[in-house]
């Protein structure tokens, strides 16, 4: 007689497309289920760890599908022992298992009760070990100590050692970590009596650039063990807002009114390259392929603008909320945040064909400031009054997390270096740090 183990194992295996995704799942299943304390890829004789790991990572998942496929063998398992038929209803599910309890013994109610639990225990093995699944890794975010109560306002970390970083904002501040982040330094500058509001960072390898207001830039090729000020002409159209290190002695930058600007010398020299600055800009942001969004002052229109374009192309906004930041998404379409709480993201190809708006309840009323991609689906949205608002499935539906409520600061901004490591800038030197459980 077949076991009910094997029974969920069958059931399982079936799920599988390709009869090599079977074998690796039998595999895996047997090792996890066996309970020898040895279910590691590379302590099967059966499989190669390589092809373990491949099924474990390069292979998407279907949760949803696998979860109604799971509910639909479950009521077949009912109806055999109640010699009837049932359809399929998630909302019935529930009183079909109530049924189910009252008209059989005690030794069927078990079985299923194991089954049910076998199939969730294997399931659970391929969602809690596929990176690419569904269901995210639950993250937690620590709130870091600093030497400093100014507001926040950038980071970035160096190429050539990932957890050497430096965090900049108001008051002129520079702290300087060596751990990933996890502690930080005030690093001196010696510029003088100046107050100066130091509002983007980036590098290239040890090469780096910090912009600010008023007429600020400075430049390192060692880390930022040694910083140089770079003098800017009078004539600079607007404030510098945001510098992007491109190579060795290159760099663009940007200002708070959408003039571009690229050296090639270490910034003894720059070129234009737009004709024309859009005007007063509240948020600017540049793609890695070197794409430029403005959102204008007031937040009535907002300005893109791509290499080679030899000016800014304007853009209404969609409704009567104002916007307030913009960006560009992984697959190259657009995203939005709007007064009031309001989220949008263009549809794919386009930068002003728009999906429907989204208003997450838990963000209601409040303004959202950011958006970072961790990956192609889990996507954060930092506002005021602590709000941290988080996607599991790419942008479609949200979660609050409420835990954070208690920091009592504005999240400016979040960034993620890498898809394991994340910050949060926000008010009065206040940084978390994001890890996983």
Request: charged share 20%; hydrophobic share 35%; with cysteine.
């Amino acid at each position: 007689m077949e076991t009910i183990v094997e029974y969920a194992r069958g059931l399982v295996y079936s799920l599988m497309p390709s009869t090599y995704q079977k074998a690796s799942l039998k595999v895996m299943l047997g090792m996890f289920l066996e309970a020898q304390g040895h279910p590691l890829p590379q302590h099967t004789e059966l499989k190669s760890a390589s092809a373990l790991s491949r099924f474990l990572n390069h292979y998407e998942w279907s949760t949803r599908g696998m979860i109604r496929a799971t509910r639909q063998a479950i009521l077949q398992h009912i109806s055999q022992q109640l010699h009837c038929k049932l359809e399929f209803d998630e909302h019935s599910f529930g009183i079909y298992l109530g049924i189910f309890r009252n008209s059989v013994n005690r030794k069927f109610w078990r079985a299923s009760i194991a089954l049910v639990l076998s199939v969730i225990l294997s399931f659970g093995l391929i969602l809690g070990l596929a990176p690419n699944s569904i269901a995210a890794e639950p993250a937690v975010w620590q709130k870091v100590e600093l030497p400093t109560k100014a507001n926040l306002l950038d980071i970035g970390f160096t190429g050539t050692n990932p957890n050497h970083g430096w965090l900049i904002g108001t008051e002129s501040t520079l702290l300087e970590t060596n751990d990933g982040g996890k502690t930080w330094a005030t690093h001196q500058l010696g510029l003088g009596e100046g107050n100066y509001r130091f509002v983007s960072i980036n590098f290239n390898g040890n090469e780096g650039w910090i912009a600010g207001k008023p007429s600020l830039l400075l430049h390192t090729e060692d880390g930022g063990q040694s910083w140089t000020r770079i003098g800017l002409s009078s004539k600079l159209p607007g404030e510098p807002t945001l510098v992007k290190a491109l190579g060795s002695h290159s760099a663009e930058l940007a200002t708070d009114v959408g003039a571009i600007y690229r050296t090639q010398d270490n910034g003894q020299n720059w070129k234009a390259l737009v004709t024309q600055a859009v005007g007063a800009v509240r948020n600017l942001y540049r793609d890695r392929d070197g794409r430029y969004i403005a959102v204008s002052a007031k937040g009535n229109f907002y300005s893109t603008w791509s290499p080679g374009d030899a000016a800014w192309l304007q853009h209404n906004r969609n409704s009567s909320r104002r916007v307030q930041n913009m960006g560009y998404t992984p697959d190259g379409r657009t995203w939005m945040l709007n007064r009031g709480g309001r989220l949008q993201f263009s549809e794919v190809g386009t930068v002003d064909a728009w999906e429907k708006p989204q208003n997450p309840k838990s963000a209601e009323g409040i303004g959202l400031l950011d958006l970072s991609y961790q990956d192609a689906e889990n996507v954060w949205v930092t506002g005021g009054s602590s709000t941290l608002l988080h996607s599991t499935d790419g942008g479609k539906n949200w979660v609050r997390e409420e835990n954070l409520d208690a920091v009592g600061a504005n999240f400016y901004s979040v960034d993620f270096v890498s898809q394991d490591r994340g910050f949060i800038l926000g008010q009065t030197g206040t940084l978390l740090a994001y890890s996983k459980r």
